[in-house]
């Protein structure tokens, strides 16, 4: 193979815009519009996902109690940004956990708490060697994920799952 250099290249490219002809214009013109297309597509993503975060809601551990006998806790979830719907709750680390009250749909407002009531349905008793993950929308409509391990004094930042 011969190595052409960079004035050769340029006469190349100079000769092969003059000869194109209609089919090549429109195919240089094509492929100008689809890189166009792609741009914007990937800065709309960028401006969709920011103003998701202005309306995000930002929910922190409000508080975590053992009842006395181990039997029962409370977990207390705080909003203090935007409206929150509940989504889904779920808890990993343990299986024998069930969820007293119903948690999907209901809305907590901003600067509200929500409480969720758990009881152990084995033999274990509760400790915080498990963590609560809750699922919520936003009033766009956003879907969030977000952790809380409760061996820790905070929970973990919200992650967004699904655009509106």
Known sequence: ???????????????????????????????????????????????????????APKLVLGAFQISPLGRDASFKVQNIGQTAKLYT??????????????????EILS????????????????DTGFTIELS???QMGNVYRQSFPLSQASARQPKLVKFA
Do not use: C
């Open 89 to 106: 709750f779920s808890i990993r680390g343990r299986n024998d956990i069930l969820v007293k009250n119903e948690v999907a749909g209901h």
């Open 1 to 55: 193979m011969e190595q052409l250099n960079l004035e050769e290249l340029s006469i190349k490219a100079l000769d092969w815009i003059v000869s194109a002809g209609p089919v090549g214009w429109v195919a240089m013109g094509g492929g100008f519009i689809i890189l166009l297309l792609m741009i914007s597509l990937a800065t709309g993503r960028r401006r969709r996902k920011r103003q998701a975060r202005q309306v």
């Open 136 to 138: 919520y929308l936003d």
């Open 111 to 126: 600067g509200e708490t929500y409480r969720v009531l758990l009881e152990a349905a084995g033999n274990k008793k509760l």
